[in-house]
């Protein structure tokens, strides 16, 4: 069970007002998850271990489809209501503790109610997360805003309230904030929800190129029936086809084989900015993921090796075999790949997370100093899959993809030793601890 952040010793609970507004109702969609759910959903994510849900009077469809998705982990309480206030005041016997006011049409960056909570309540009423001092939906509150609702409705309550200083602002800064009532402000919504999708661990070109094509075609889709493990799927077959493809060796074989896996970098960050906009995440889905990547990336590397075996340069004594060197270089690569895979895959089932970004490197807090710091910022670059797919895709294009076998090869055995590096760091730190 979730505790309450603000220091008290019950469970931290949300208020999600699902009324229709004008110019939204509770069960309009957004980004392909009704509007109320979306809500609850965010708040269950944001650590609220139980949601009372107002919905309106004679529309058991909102009630029934708020309580029957199977994401919603945690327990609601459904109040039938004419208005807000309402609600509240037939929900006052669950509200001693301060807790999460949030409304359905408002759609905001859950980095709102993780600042409301950080902000405390202190001696007031209820805290207003405003934006250029304007109310933004969510707010801090305490059953003393509910006591001085009387007859009342809740947005009068809240004027008259901040007007006496009984309730405090918070300016949510940069955190963005959205009405989804009018058409403009369901697109700036749908925007915001995809742009929340970068991420700051994206490599340049994931940045600049990829990204901006997956979440596109994210958006596409995000109404359909297509969840992220069929993407994750279709993601890994195009890795399976650009592996064959290469192997075959020659010119087009590796110009299609690249070019396939570069739209295996490019697809890949579907799955993710669907499980995340959906709220589709999911162990086995983030296991699915992670696999299916470090799969497609083994096959091809493979794929390579096999297709580079006649890769030969021209010298003046004669044509010089470098694709069976390379081979061995890669060979090398693929084995040191495997078992850094290895020993991630052992401390992601530690951890209970199948996200590879679940570990922790201290090089991403402080590299060193100096050109040793630098170098590594480099190869950081070269190794993100974003980077070197692109790469190999320039390769392939000048007829010299075999190439990249160095960068595989050198690339995997520097991970390899890094990771072992990391664990024999790890287990000394573990047995010198008091505990260990």
């Known amino acids: 069970m979730h505790s309450n952040p603000l220091g008290e010793s019950r469970p931290l609970v949300g208020i ?7 110019g939204a109702d ?5 980004a392909g998850l009704p509007l109320a759910l979306r809500t609850v959903l965010t708040l269950q994510k944001e650590g609220v271990a139980r949601a009372v849900l107002l919905v309106p009077e004679g529309r058991s469809d909102v009630a029934a489809r708020l309580q029957s998705d199977r994401r919603v982990k945690i327990p609601t309480e459904i109040f039938p209501c004419r208005t807000a206030a309402a609600g509240l ?42 934006k250029n001092g304007e109310p933004v939906g969510p ?23 901040t007007r006496e ?5 918070m300016d949510i800064g940069a955190a963005w904030a959205e009405r989804a009532t009018t058409p403009e402000g369901r697109r700036r919504a749908f925007n915001a929800l995809f742009e929340a999708c970068r991420k700051p661990v994206d490599g340049i070109v994931a940045r600049h190129i990829n990204r901006h094509i997956s979440i596109f075609i994210s958006k596409r889709i995000v109404n359909t029936s297509i969840t992220p493990n069929m993407m994750s799927v279709l993601t890994f077959l195009l890795g399976i086809a650009g592996a064959v493809s290469v192997a075959f060796g020659g010119y087009f074989p590796f110009l299609l084989g690249a070019f396939l896996f570069q739209w295996n970098s490019i697809l890949d960050g579907v799955d993710g900015e669907l499980a995340r ?38 010298l003046p004594s004669g044509p010089f075999p470098l694709g069976r060197y390379l081979g061995m270089l890669g060979w090398a690569g693929v084995a040191a790949f495997i078992l850094a895979t290895v020993q991630y895959y052992i401390e ?5 997370t199948g ?4 570990i922790d490197w201290e090089f991403d807090k402080k590299p060193p100093e100096g050109l040793a710091g630098k170098l590594l910022v480099f190869w950081r670059y070269v190794l993100k899959k974003d980077f070197a797919n692109l790469f190999f895709l320039g390769l392939a294009a000048v007829g010299v993809l075999p190439l990249a076998l160095f960068f595989i090869g050198g690339g995997a055995i520097g991970t390899f030793i890094a990771a072992t590096l990391r664990n024999i760091k790890k287990r000394r730190g573990a047995a010198l601890s008091p505990s260990g």
Request: glycine share 6%; proline share 5%; aromatic share 6%.
């Open 26 to 30: 509770p069960l309009d969609e957004l």
């Open 16 to 22: 999600v007002i699902a009324l229709p507004v004008p």
């Open 165 to 169: 200083g009984a309730i405090r602002s």
């Open 89 to 130: 005041r037939d929900a006052r016997d669950l509200l001693s503790a301060p807790f999460l006011i949030a409304r359905a049409e408002a759609v905001v960056d859950p980095a709102v109610y993780r600042a409301l909570k950080a902000h405390g309540i202190g001696s007031s009423a209820a805290v207003l997360a405003t």
């Open 348 to 352: 992601m089932i530690s951890r209970g």
């Open 277 to 314: 906009v959906r709220f589709q995440h999911s162990t086995l889905g983030q296991w699915l993921d992670t696999v299916s990547d470090d799969a497609s990336n083994l096959l091809f590397f493979v794929g390579l090796i096999l297709g580079s075996a006649a890769f030969t340069v021209p």
């Open 139 to 161: 707010l801090l509150s305490t059953s003393a805003l509910v006591d001085a609702l009387g007859d009342a409705d809740l947005d009068p309550t809240l004027d008259r309230l």
């Open 355 to 358: 996200d590879l970004y679940a």
